[in-house]
């Protein structure tokens, strides 16, 4: 039998030995040390390693059976392990966070069939590799799930439906709202921690980063800086207080990177700290605009409660209105499974986040929001060098046909007419991708091959004559390219210029 020995640094940690494939010899030997450390191999004189699962941020999982249970039952332990170098006090932390996620798995594991169970937790000490001296090591036994995290799925398979990710979304959302309902968030959702078992069944794991909720919330409250990067909202990466909106803000991440099949750094721009994921996936309005509000920054205007979110995704229900208009009020703990608001409560119903304002029996009812397509940085410079050298070609292409050196107002219409439609046509997503380069080339060939008279008056103007000869351009192609490729850059140095000023203006004004 192969086992794996946990001791952290161990040079050597596979160690086999035949004499235990024997199952009853395994279940009564007393106990095995590793042949290059010399590690008690049998923890708790119970749960024997495997194999190395993996190693998170403060703790490392190793596959293990049970050899107390009649079918040596599969299990996995999880040990305190911190990666890096810690500070006294950061370790400390660590420590705490590790035993209260035992803690938070004995409470809720237990009680959800969708979290892992806790089987046993305990600390060894056992000798150090140095003479005299000992280690203190932790470990946390829990259920073992058998199957694949989303993040092995993806990998697999690639982008997945609406109809996968919203049975994922929903999932999710009632595994948290039990931990909401018990005074818990969970601050770490992100796929790898999302398992789907063999028989489907999805599991929610890896609760080391689980935070207990207040009794009541108070303001200026810090929170352990333990975050997944990518995944995390703003307020957790700035080691503020978080709210349950914040596992919100980490599952909708999850879904859209399940739906483009990119990873969260390709799909935030933080330019204007926005998601711009639309455009790569196909998905309904109403799962739009619920990603989109769970994706706001600020935590009050997202959803308050998994029920909410839950009660939005009904086809019965009224689609969330624009995010802006409808925040939510901050959470405050009264009792274990009630949440409330600090708001006082009106004399009259007001209406919730999911519902619009009353209006008028004489008005119409406005149109749902639909959020325009955004655009990546590549996408708004890629467009622009397309724009610029088809702009080239096309200015080629009029003054040729109109017999004139470009400096009629004809010209200049017809060619702000045909750049104002390539824009356009670009902000509709009518056009882009593989479509810029099809239409670049077929316009080239017909600059090329068309028979312009007045093209060689127009390329031996002495400035494109000079830089033309300088870059040995002398062919008519030659100078065509020059034109579109003067252009392009043109275009794209504008465009980025332009782009720099509104975002600093953005952060001033």
């Given at each position: 039998?192969?086992?794996?020995?946990?001791?952290?640094?161990?040079?050597?940690?596979q160690?086999?030995?035949?004499?235990?494939?024997?199952?009853?010899?395994?279940?009564?030997?007393?106990?095995?040390?590793?042949?290059?450390?010399?590690?008690?191999?049998?923890?708790?004189?119970?749960?024997?390693?495997?194999?190395?699962?993996?190693?998170?941020?403060?703790?490392?999982?190793?596959?293990?059976?049970?050899?107390?249970?009649?079918?040596?039952?599969?299990?996995?332990?999880?040990?305190?392990?911190?990666?890096?170098?810690?500070?006294?006090?950061?370790?400390?932390?660590?420590q705490?966070?590790?035993?209260?996620?035992?803690?938070?798995?004995?409470?809720?594991?237990?009680?959800?069939?969708?979290?892992?169970?806790?089987?046993?937790?305990?600390?060894?000490?056992?000798?150090?590799?140095?003479?005299?001296?000992?280690?203190?090591?932790?470990?946390?036994?829990?259920?073992?799930?058998?199957?694949?995290?989303?993040?092995?799925?993806?990998?697999?398979?690639?982008?997945?439906?609406?109809?996968?990710?919203?049975?994922?979304?929903?999932?999710?959302?009632?595994?948290?709202?039990?931990?909401?309902e018990?005074?818990s968030?969970?601050?770490?959702?992100?796929?790898?921690?999302?398992?789907?078992?063999?028989?489907?069944r999805?599991?929610?794991?890896?609760?080391?980063?689980?935070?207990?909720?207040k009794?009541?919330?108070?303001?200026?409250?810090?929170?352990?800086?333990?975050?997944?990067?990518?995944?995390?909202?703003?307020?957790?990466?700035?080691?503020?207080?978080?709210?349950p909106?914040?596992?919100?803000?980490?599952?909708?991440?999850?879904?859209?990177?399940?739906?483009?099949?990119?990873?969260?750094?390709?799909?935030?721009?933080?330019?204007?700290?926005?998601?711009?994921w639309?455009?790569?996936?196909?998905?309904?309005?109403?799962?739009?605009?619920?990603?989109n509000?769970?994706?706001?920054?600020?935590?009050?205007?997202?959803?308050?409660?998994?029920?909410?979110?839950?009660?939005?995704?009904?086809?019965?229900?009224?689609?969330?209105?624009?995010?802006?208009?409808?925040?939510?009020?901050?959470?405050?703990?009264?009792?274990?499974?009630?949440?409330?608001?600090?708001?006082q409560?009106?004399?009259?119903?007001?209406?919730?986040?999911m519902?619009?304002?009353?209006?008028?029996?004489?008005?119409?009812?406005?149109?749902?929001?639909?959020?325009?397509?955004?655009?990546?940085?590549?996408?708004?410079?890629?467009?622009?060098?397309?724009?610029?050298?088809e702009?080239?070609?096309?200015?080629?292409?009029?003054?040729?046909?109109?017999?004139?050196?470009?400096?009629?107002?004809?010209?200049?219409?017809?060619?702000?007419?045909?750049?104002?439609?390539?824009?356009?046509?670009?902000?509709?997503?009518?056009?882009?991708?593989?479509?810029?380069?099809?239409?670049?080339?077929?316009?080239?060939?017909?600059?090329?091959?068309?028979?312009?008279?007045?093209?060689?008056?127009?390329?031996?103007?002495?400035?494109?004559?000079?830089?033309?000869?300088?870059?040995?351009?002398?062919?008519?192609?030659?100078?065509?390219?020059?034109?579109?490729?003067?252009?392009?850059?043109?275009?794209v140095?504008?465009t980025?210029?332009?782009?720099?000023?509104?975002?600093?203006?953005?952060?001033?004004?």
């Open positions: 039998m192969e086992i794996y020995c946990t001791r952290p640094g161990c040079a050597k940690p160690n086999s030995f035949p004499d235990l494939d024997d199952i009853s010899k395994l279940k009564t030997v007393p106990q095995k040390f590793c042949m290059a450390c010399g590690m008690p191999l049998i923890l708790d004189n119970r749960y024997i390693s495997t194999k190395l699962l993996g190693r998170g941020g403060f703790g490392t999982a190793f596959a293990a059976r049970d050899r107390r249970t009649p079918n040596m039952r599969h299990c996995v332990i999880k040990q305190f392990q911190p990666t890096g170098t810690l500070s006294a006090a950061a370790l400390q932390t660590a705490r966070l590790f035993n209260e996620e035992a803690i938070t798995l004995e409470r809720l594991g237990n009680q959800h069939p969708q979290i892992p169970d806790l089987l046993a937790f305990f600390e060894l000490d056992v000798p150090a590799l140095a003479a005299g001296q000992s280690n203190q090591l932790f470990y946390i036994v829990q259920e073992f799930v058998d199957g694949q995290n989303l993040e092995e799925l993806l990998a697999a398979q690639g982008q997945f439906s609406e109809a996968e990710v919203l049975e994922i979304l929903v999932e999710m959302l009632k595994i948290l709202k039990f931990v909401h018990n005074d968030i969970h601050r770490d959702i992100k796929p790898s921690n999302i398992m789907r078992r063999r028989d489907g999805l599991f929610l794991l890896d609760f080391g980063a689980v935070k207990k909720v009794t009541v919330a108070q303001p200026g409250g810090r929170s352990t800086g333990i975050y997944s990067q990518g995944f995390a909202p703003p307020e957790q990466m700035r080691g503020d207080e978080v709210y909106s914040t596992d919100f803000y980490a599952l909708a991440v999850t879904c859209v990177m399940l739906l483009t099949g990119k990873q969260p750094e390709e799909l935030y721009d933080p330019y204007s700290d926005t998601w711009n639309r455009g790569y996936a196909q998905v309904s309005d109403r799962l739009e605009a619920v990603l509000r769970m994706l706001l920054p600020t935590p009050n205007q997202r959803f308050a409660t998994a029920q909410d979110i839950l009660d939005a995704l009904k086809p019965s229900s009224t689609p969330p209105l624009s995010p802006s208009l409808t925040p939510t009020p901050k959470p405050t703990r009264l009792q274990s499974g009630q949440v409330a608001s600090q708001a409560p009106l004399p009259s119903p007001a209406p919730t986040p519902q619009p304002a009353p209006r008028p029996i004489s008005q119409p009812s406005p149109p749902v929001y639909a959020p325009a397509p955004r655009f990546t940085l590549l996408e708004v410079l890629s467009s622009a060098a397309f724009t610029g050298a702009g080239g070609l096309l200015a080629i292409a009029i003054a040729s046909l109109l017999g004139t050196a470009g400096l009629s107002p004809l010209f200049w219409l017809l060619l702000l007419g045909g750049m104002s439609s390539i824009v356009y046509a670009q902000s509709q997503r009518w056009i882009e991708k593989v479509d810029l380069l099809i239409i670049i080339g077929v316009t080239l060939l017909l600059v090329w091959l068309f028979p312009f008279g007045l093209l060689n008056k127009i390329l031996l103007l002495p400035p494109l004559n000079a830089i033309a000869q300088a870059l040995g351009l002398t062919s008519a192609i030659g100078m065509i390219l020059l034109i579109a490729g003067f252009a392009c850059l043109l275009a140095a504008a980025a210029i332009f782009r720099l000023i509104y975002n600093l203006m953005s952060r001033f004004l």
